[in-house]
């Protein structure tokens, strides 16, 4: 039943041990929250699926597994176990019929050894099914490593939870089916559509603050997190947990939608220990891994923080990781640094969220602060960081300004922008798209005006611009104004034929 997984857990055997740790061990500081788990189904039915191990060709509306954690009001719901997570992994891996007796038998983590054994009627901080506490709450969209179960990192999650967030994950899947194809960006894209899937599924919440929502991953999960949020504005922040964004950047840029100057929101990249120099021999590691990191370095519009824990390995950064993995003795720490160090993660990576997303000074102090500062040894931690650089002010930034003052005092608003940004422009065939576009909708139709009397003051003999606020007042029944616009985009352009044949109209 087990043959195949029983040469990799041997090799792993030869070099590794199994870590002793419970999940009482994290010993997080939970914020006041009690906190609620969900755990549901739902498909995108714009893309197909294949339950490989079933054995058909039969596609499926691709489903999506969520897992969402909460702040809940207290409750006398039962608490999630050990063993409640691993059955949804389990129906995540598609085994979902799989006798609990065989759980610990059949993947090659958890494997079956008395210590989790012991750990499986463990209970976590989450309740089933709690009601969430009244509120609004910022949200996290949590995406896995390679191949990973949505509730890899629920420690994590649940001690986000208890600050006042709302996390939600998806298992991470290829596109077609449940396997990736080799970390590739077509994996990438997949996992991606899937974090979007979220975000929708986010923004039909109640109890979510779709103004303040922040992705988070792990491993492939911190790569395909980026390419999330450079196509979606909804982003606010990111979170990259040993992200592959690092390691497999290259990958990234392949994707049709790289933009490197859409990611403008703040970010945070934490570390994995340098990898000593005889693991990278043995294991053919290129050495570059322990000191380039050419993503960071291209980041221009992004406040942007990079920490290295020197306690940690990869798989460390995630709570299965340190519960079920098994220990590399050539460089793993003890099981009481680890656990000290996977506190600071998660200790960093709340100040990091209430900073940008709840604007709280406390935690933009300690993110400001070295970790000396903030009474960390540099044993454990070293950490770097830098401020953006100003993204150039378009026409889009205007347009927001712009809108929420009605298109009023136009000319104001327009002296005061170039004041702070010497560099901004107004391109005139722009302005005319977008009073067209204004101008033409009945309720925004004077707004549209109001935007074409501004244009004309940047462009006073541009016969086009004219021309187009005749026919808003046109659109608008002011004949008058609209008579008189014509004119004086015909005295500037005596070609205009437009203008020409409306007077020739009007005049009638």
């Not at 995406?143 to 939870?161: D, G, H, K, R, W």
């Not at 077509?186 to 303040?212: C, G, H, M, N, P």
């Not at 309720?443 to 462009?459: D, E, K, M, P, V």
């Amino acid at each position: 039943m087990k043959a195949f997984f029983a040469v990799f857990i041997s090799i792993f055997f030869s070099i590794s041990a199994f870590g002793q740790v419970f999940p009482k061990d994290f010993k997080l500081q939970h914020g006041s929250y009690t906190v609620g788990f969900q755990q549901y189904q739902k498909v995108d039915s714009t893309r197909t699926y294949n339950k490989v191990l079933q054995w058909t060709r039969k596609s499926i509306p691709r489903p999506i597994p969520i897992s969402i954690w909460y702040p809940s009001q207290e409750t006398s719901s039962a608490k999630t176990t050990i063993l409640s997570y691993l059955e949804i992994f389990k129906a995540e891996r598609e085994w979902e019929h799989l006798p609990n007796e065989y759980l610990l038998n059949w993947f090659p983590y958890p494997v079956n050894n008395e210590h989790n054994n012991a750990i499986l009627n463990n209970t976590t901080k989450a309740f089933k099914n709690s009601t969430v506490a009244n509120g609004i709450f910022p949200v996290v969209i949590y995406a896995p490593s390679y191949e990973a179960s949505s509730i890899e990192n629920f420690v994590l999650c649940e001690y986000l939870a208890s600050h006042g967030y709302v996390v939600i994950s998806s298992p991470s899947r290829g596109a077609e089916t449940k396997y990736f194809t080799g970390g590739t960006a077509k994996d990438a894209e997949a996992q991606a559509r899937d974090i979007e899937f979220l975000l929708k599924e986010v923004l039909s919440l109640s109890y979510a603050d779709t103004e303040k929502i922040a992705t988070m991953g792990f491993s492939f999960g911190g790569l395909s997190n980026v390419l999330a949020q450079m196509r979606n504005g909804y982003i606010k922040a990111i979170v990259s947990l040993d992200g592959s964004i690092r390691y497999n950047y290259k990958t990234l840029k392949k994707s049709a939608f790289h933009d490197l100057t859409n990611v403008n929101v703040p970010f945070i990249h934490m570390a994995q220990k340098d990898i000593p120099e005889a693991v990278l021999k043995a294991d053919k590691i290129d050495p570059k891994l322990n000191y380039e990191f050419e993503f960071y370095d291209s980041l221009t519009y992004s406040d942007a923080y990079k920490l290295k824990f020197h306690d940690l390995t990869h798989s460390n950064f995630s709570s299965f990781g340190i519960l079920f993995y098994p220990r590399d003795k050539r460089q793993d720490k003890s099981d009481a640094k680890i656990l000290a160090s996977y506190k600071l993660v998660s200790t960093y990576t709340l100040h990091f969220l209430n900073a940008h997303l709840k604007n709280d000074q406390t935690s933009v102090r300690f993110l400001e602060n070295t970790p000396e500062e903030n009474g960390i040894s540099s044993n454990l931690l070293s950490k770097t960081s830098k401020k953006a650089l100003s993204k150039p002010f378009t026409i889009h930034d205007f347009n927001d300004v712009a809108a929420q003052q009605q298109y009023l005092n136009l000319e104001d608003i327009y002296q005061k922008l170039v004041q702070k940004h010497p560099t901004f422009e107004l391109p005139e065939w722009k302005l005319n798209k977008l009073g067209l576009q204004l101008g033409f909708n009945p309720i925004t139709s004077q707004q549209g005006i109001r935007l074409f009397q501004f244009a004309t003051y940047l462009y006073p003999k541009s016969g086009n611009l004219y021309d187009s606020l005749a026919e808003v007042y046109l659109y608008a029944k002011d004949t008058k104004n609209a008579i008189l616009n014509f004119e004086k985009s015909l005295a500037l352009d005596p070609q205009n034929q437009n203008a020409i044949n409306r007077l020739r109209q009007l005049r009638k």
